[in-house]
T-cell receptor
Framework: NAGVTQTPKFQVLKTGQSMTLQCAQD?????MYWYRQDPGMGLRLIYY???????DKGEVPNGYNVSRLNKREFSLRLESAAPSQTSVYFC??????????????FGDGTRLSIL | QKEVEQDPGPLSVPEGAIVSLNCTYS??????FMWYRQYSRKGPELLMY????GNKEDGRFTAQVDKSSKYISLFIRDSQPSDSATYLC??????????FGTGTRLTIIP
């Protein structure tokens, strides 16, 4: 049982290049999330998808787009990468059930450097 | 002021000691409280999950929530070198969005 799988694990981009980060979960969860983790800032929500076909902005959405391809997959796209987007990106999923918050399960991250 | 405050450490303790990790928060609507453990170059993994006030124990780990003081704690008994990691507190109002602390880096010295 793989849980949440993120690809790639590492990537180096030049300023202005575009890239898509992939995430897939095999737990049949409805909700999926993208976070970035920076030193001293903790985990900050970029976008989330409460169910297949819906996406919503989180705390830091500027410069990113997302696609909920199906129930399993949720991708994050950087259209024109900037050095400020250098970070570790985590995907997570959860199954909220009936109005009760359920804990999120995380992948191992994509380490992205923008030169 | 951040909604969730957590001392970043680093915190170093000898093996076998009791470890106390803490977070304070300002949003009185938070009612779900979690502790995640994150090893180097890995994703956060859920360690403890509590709802509302009170204590919850799981093996060597105890999570404590004091909503009146807006303060949560994680205690680790008989600490082991394998407990060396960054510990993140997280909270939610009842919808799906989590608010995280910045994490405390813990090292257990053999």
């Amino acid at each position: 049982n793989a849980g949440v799988t993120q690809t790639p694990k590492f990537q180096v981009l030049k300023t202005g290049q575009s890239m898509t980060l992939q995430c897939a979960q095999d737990m049949n969860h409805n909700s999926m999330y993208w976070y970035r983790q920076d030193p001293g800032m903790g985990l900050r929500l970029i976008y989330y998808s409460a169910s297949e076909g819906t996406t919503d902005k989180g705390e830091v959405p500027n410069g990113y787009n997302v696609s909920r391809l199906n129930k399993r997959e949720f991708s994050l796209r950087l259209e024109s990468a900037a050095p400020s987007q250098t970070s570790v990106y985590f995907c997570a999923s959860s199954d909220p059930g009936t109005g009760i918050n359920q804990p999120q399960h995380f992948g191992d991250g994509t380490r992205l450097s923008i030169l | 002021q951040k909604e969730v405050e957590q001392d970043p450490g680093p915190l170093s303790v000898p093996e076998g000691a009791i470890v106390s990790l803490n977070c304070t928060y300002s949003n009185s609507a938070f009612q779900y409280f979690m502790w995640y453990r994150q090893y180097s170059r890995k994703g956060p993994e859920l360690l403890m999950y509590t709802y509302s006030s009170g204590n919850k124990e799981d093996g060597r780990f105890t999570a404590q929530v004091d909503k009146s003081s807006k303060y949560i704690s994680l205690f680790i008994r008989d600490s082991q070198p394998s407990d060396s990691a960054t510990y993140l507190c997280a909270m939610a109002e009842g919808n799906e969005k989590l608010t995280f602390g910045t994490g405390t880096r813990l090292t257990i010295i053999p």
